[in-house]
């Protein structure tokens, strides 16, 4: 099967569950589950959930609690986003082509269904599951609880906050991004393996360490695509970051420079593949996928 | 051992280990961790921490393992209470006497320190206790995320922001009492519980009970002193419900039907403790307390 079927295929699937575990919230505030659903299933290339399932099936994990670890990273990776969009921080109104959270609602209801996806995340993880054992999901809430926290996404959203107004070189922008969104593109590839079998686990450094080359590098190609291409195959307005003084890859090393280091990364992320006995076609191919393309 | 001296050592001891917490932290943005130690901080009658700590002993919980579902609980409320002021939600510069964590820091920073403690809370609560079982906590983590997000906490939120325009009869009222703080009082409870001993498991009903008439009373006696307390003992605008137009018990009920509400709901509380045979004195004498206090 060709990778962009996979990713479709993949995509579809947990677009369904994701769907289906809000309709079956029967929370209290219908408003509030309108825009965590929106927010949701805004779309999006399903990268982290992606990663999550295929890393599971890898490591023989359990389906039910593989769709459950993919879903929780999205609804951390969805609540970011809301709250990224908010006026108070990047004030963007666009997200994935569509009105943001806070525009399609109002911004209260944006800032609390970010809250409320925070923790359906960790509700998800911690579901009573027969096939898994209780140490194993607990492990899984400890790894996003810490990929999602100060120390990892929000920290790394708090130093790009404080960037703005200063310079950073390259070892500083590296620390930003690392943290902003290497952090849970780690935990998605981590969760797959801890939601595994017990043999799987002796390769968690290596899935870890080849989600972490793929964050990093996907993050220098969106600094590539944020000033070559266009708002339209974006979904957001372009130039935004250049727009908005931040510091970028292209500005530090250049349009070349950056795509230099896009394949550096590219071909770190594939070592790390090498070193997994499994076969990790699908992943080397999404790699491929991502560094390449051109929106 | 009086019960407001056992507040007292409890408060310091919170604060002490919410404290050692937030030093340790080791995260890249010391800007938001000031933020969070703020917030945390802040002051506080500390009252769910202290139902979690006083219920964990009375069913023979691992120390360790208490104080990290107390700070836990600590976490998810001081969050609740950082995104509650902001501008987008009730707009308030004031809190506890002091400024708000948006106005002593900014927006920004307020929201990702809410975003970031929430995450603290989940991974506090799963990191390996050698004394307790997996399962244990991860029992724990669910509780706790049902009652923060939109069944609980995030929902009755929700419900309080809808509920401004209109006028709510007392159902409605309490249905946003019961998930805006009653949700996350009841948490303090349960965690305290499912950190303890197996044979304390039967008594979590009755224990979620007590934290729930208590947790409604305490929001009734809140309503009450909104109208008769000062700004100053208060440590927040008086009267400030009412100016917001936000339906209140002693609107619905007459400053003396809210405070027979308040009695009802005591009472209902000592019952549910009467059938738990521990000694519970400490929770009857907290009930009380809180429930007579005038600020």
Redesign the interface.
């Known amino acids: 099967m060709k990778l962009t079927a996979l990713l479709n295929d993949c995509q579809q699937e947990i677009n369904g569950f994701l769907t289906d575990i809000i309709a079956a ?5 219908s ?3 309108k825009a ?1 659903h929106y927010a949701l299933v805004l779309g999006g290339k399903r990268v982290r959930p992606f990663l999550t399932l295929q890393i599971a099936t890898l490591c023989d994990a359990p389906p039910a609690l593989a769709r459950r670890a993919a879903a929780a990273v999205e609804c951390i990776h969805a ?2 986003l809301i ?1 990224d969009d ?1 006026p ?2 990047d004030d963007d109104v666009l997200r994935r082509g569509q009105p943001s959270c806070h525009v399609a609602f ?4 944006a ?2 269904a ?3 996806l ?3 995340a ?2 998800l ?4 599951e027969p096939q898994a ?3 194993q ?3 899984m ?2 790894y ?3 990929a ?5 996404m ?6 790009d ?2 960037a703005t107004a200063r310079q950073l070189n390259q070892s500083q922008l590296e ?1 930003v991004h690392q ?1 902003k969104t290497g952090a849970l593109i780690r935990a998605a590839a981590q969760l797959g393996v801890l939601a595994g079998a017990d043999e799987a686990q002796r390769y968690l450094g290596d899935f870890d360490a080849y989600a972490g080359y793929l964050g990093l590098a996907f993050q220098v190609q969106d600094d590539i695509l944020d000033v070559t291409s266009s708002t339209e195959a974006l979904g957001k307005t372009q130039g935004s970051d250049l727009n908005a003084n931040k510091a970028t890859y292209v500005q530090l090393l250049g349009l070349d420079g950056a795509r230099s280091e896009v394949k550096a990364l590219h071909q770190k992320a594939l070592h790390a593949l090498a070193r997994i006995p499994y076969n990790t076609l699908v992943l080397e191919k999404l790699a491929e996928s991502l560094l390449t393309r051109d929106h």
Chains 1, 2 share one sequence.
């Open positions: 919230r029967q929370a209290p505030s408003q509030l589950n965590m609540y970011s709250h908010l108070a921080m109002d911004e209260a209801t800032i609390l970010g809250d409320a925070q923790a359906l960790f509700e993880l911690s579901q009573p054992r209780a140490a999901q607990l492990a809430v400890q996003l609880a810490v999602a926290g100060d120390k990892g929000c920290g790394g959203q708090a130093l906050l404080e620390q943290h």
